[in-house]
């Protein structure tokens, strides 16, 4: 079976600080990984996704993140956050049987000024 | 811009009382979900629909249902809306459903239940 695990629910960060949001994944098979972010009252916004190829994919708004196989990781990094980043963001893993995602269980990053 | 639209944004309803979201989309694709996304939590699967077949989640409750008329339209009926049906509901697109597409989302209607 696959599964998400984002290690952290909450990260509190200052403007302009680095921060990485943890994922990692279970899978026995091939993965194809994604991120996306969710603004308070809105939907979800695709930010970057690893389907194969380069292990560091870059995204939207300054996002990174890193495929790591023998660490089952894809940690999203950004060198120097927002306040616009306030956000939940949800790591995720496309089922076996397709067209289906299964979400970890968000993690809450909070930029102080 | 090609996008994912969902009508109305908020919606208030009674308890019992039968309410309908709407899903719009215009990126052509033949895939659309429905997820519930409670507070604090990850999003649901539903159900979704390829084209014009119907794939329900095994634990999607029988108070929800949906139809899909025509590619573009999407609609989320809950028959008889519990308190425990109050979230976020969340309506997205793909392509297809290989394990590559990716999923379009809406903003999203946060549905109250008085």
């Known amino acids: 079976a696959q599964s998400v695990t984002q290690l952290d629910s909450q990260v509190p960060v200052f403007e302009e600080a680095p921060v990485e949001l943890r994922c990692n994944y279970s899978?026995?098979?091939?993965?194809?990984l994604f991120w996306y972010v969710q603004y308070p009252n809105q939907g979800l916004q695709l930010l970057l996704k690893?389907?194969?190829?380069?292990?560091l994919v870059k995204g939207i708004n300054g996002f990174e993140a890193e495929f790591n196989k023998s660490q089952t990781s894809f940690h999203l990094r950004k060198p120097s956050v927002h306040i616009s980043d306030t956000a939940e963001y949800f790591c995720?893993?496309?089922?076996?049987?397709?067209?289906?995602?299964?979400f970890g269980q968000g993690t809450e990053l909070s930029v102080k000024p | 811009d090609a996008m994912v639209i969902q009508n109305p944004r908020y919606q208030v309803t009674q308890f019992g009382k039968p309410v309908t979201l709407s899903c719009s989309q215009t990126?052509?694709?033949?895939?659309m979900y429905w997820y519930q996304q409670k507070s604090s939590q990850a999003p649901k699967l539903l159900f979704h629909?390829?084209?014009?077949?119907?794939?329900n989640e095994a634990d999607t409750p029988d108070n929800f249902q949906s139809r899909r008329p025509n590619t573009s339209f999407c609609f989320l009926d809950i028959r008889s809306p519990g308190l425990g049906d109050a979230a976020m509901y969340l309506c997205?697109?793909?392509?297809?459903?290989?394990?590559?597409?990716?999923?379009?989302f809406g903003p999203g209607t946060r549905l109250t239940v008085l």
């Open positions: 899978s026995s098979v091939s993965v194809y």
């Open positions: 995720a893993v496309s089922a076996l049987q397709g067209g289906k995602l299964i």
């Open positions: 690893y389907l194969s190829g380069s292990t």
């Open positions: 990126l052509n694709h033949n895939v």
């Open positions: 629909y390829y084209d014009k077949d119907f794939n």
């Open positions: 997205a697109t793909s392509r297809g459903v290989s394990r590559t597409d990716t999923q379009y």
